[in-house]
């Protein structure tokens, strides 16, 4: 069996995330401590105890998640042969891959929370939900809404489920013509920005500098780029494909089909909820994949 690790993006939080973890494993413990110092913050406390408004701020969130997937992947016992992660995921599938030290993978995720927050208070946006819609209706929706202000396909993330993300009037507008044309269901998203959009420039530009200065190794084993849907190892290209990230559309459906396509016959979602668990099984019914993100999903360690 060909088992590969996804890793979960923004959204996959919750209040107390990781406390099991860190009351059970000494790892958990040591990392959440390495983490603390980095931040500046005490990030353990907003996991564990939250305020939830203090846990979804952008800048905390991402860490957060982060931390909490990489935990997860240490113990693990399972040896993937790919990986890939969802938006912030795939610094977490990076850093399990061996292509970034969790130090430097923090500190990165820590500068991207950052910048994408400022990119929401210089730039506002928002992104909606729908669903039920072929790409190819939504990419036309989009390209009509454009005279109101910026839209585009951000996440691409399984048959019938694609966000947009943009300018408030771009959204709005984009929303009014995706039910123009028979969409029933088209939801605003609680995000503060625009992700995947151009309208994170200015995230992208900063993140640029942070990366050139950062050292990426080769990666272990494939991980499937956001950007593109396929695989990567080389350092070169990695550094390139997290810069691509910020303002380029998720093609998750694409992939997970090519995980697929490539032998991978098992999943792991390793980090909190399980979302992603949630999306492969509209992708790809059959194709087996449990949850890792509590300390009673991780017995067999």
């Known amino acids: 069996m060909s088992t590969a690790f996804l890793f979960p993006g923004q959204a996959s939080q919750y209040v107390g995330m990781g406390k099991d973890l860190a009351e059970r494993f000494p790892e958990a413990r040591d ?14 406390r907003i996991c564990f105890e939250g305020p939830e408004d203090e846990l979804r701020q952008t800048m905390y969130t991402q860490p957060a998640i982060f931390v909490h997937s990489i ?5 693990l016992t399972d040896t993937p042969s790919a990986a890939a992660g969802h938006s912030l995921g795939e610094y977490s599938a990076l850093t399990a891959a061996g292509a970034l030290r969790f130090e430097d993978g923090l500190r990165l995720v820590k500068k991207r929370g ?11 946006g928002t992104m909606a939900a729908v669903i039920g819609a072929e790409p190819a209706l939504v990419e036309e929706a989009c390209a009509e809404a454009r005279g109101a202000g910026i839209v ?13 993300s943009g300018s408030i009037e771009g959204i709005d507008k984009a929303m009014e013509v995706l039910k123009a044309k028979g969409v029933r269901i088209v939801k605003k998203l609680p995000v ?7 309208l994170m420039q200015y995230a992208q530009d900063e993140i640029g500098a942070v990366l050139d200065a950062t050292d990426i190794s080769d990666a272990r084993y494939p991980v499937y780029a956001n950007v593109t849907g396929e695989p990567v190892r080389e ?7 997290l810069f691509r990230q910020m303002t380029s559309p998720v093609l998750w459906e694409a992939s997970m089909r090519n995980m697929l396509r490539d032998g991978v016959t098992q999943f792991v979602e390793a980090g909190p ?4 668990q949630g999306l492969l099984k509209r992708i790809s019914p059959d194709s087996p994949c449990r949850t890792a993100g509590k300390a009673e999903e991780l017995a067999s360690v």
Do not use: Y
């Not at 935990?71 to 113990?75: N, Y």
């Not at 909820?273 to 992603?276: C, D, F, K, Q, R």
């Open 31 to 44: 990392l959440f401590d390495i983490a603390n110092d980095i931040m500046g913050a005490d990030l353990r």
């Open 71 to 75: 935990i997860v992947a240490r113990l």
């Open 114 to 124: 950052e910048l994408m927050q400022e990119s929401g208070t210089r730039s506002p």
């Open 152 to 164: 585009q396909a951000a996440n691409f993330n399984s048959p019938g489920q694609i966000v947009i």
């Open 192 to 198: 503060s920005g625009a992700f995947h959009s151009p």
């Open 235 to 241: 350092a070169s290209v990695i550094r390139e494909m």
């Open 273 to 276: 909820g399980n979302v992603l």
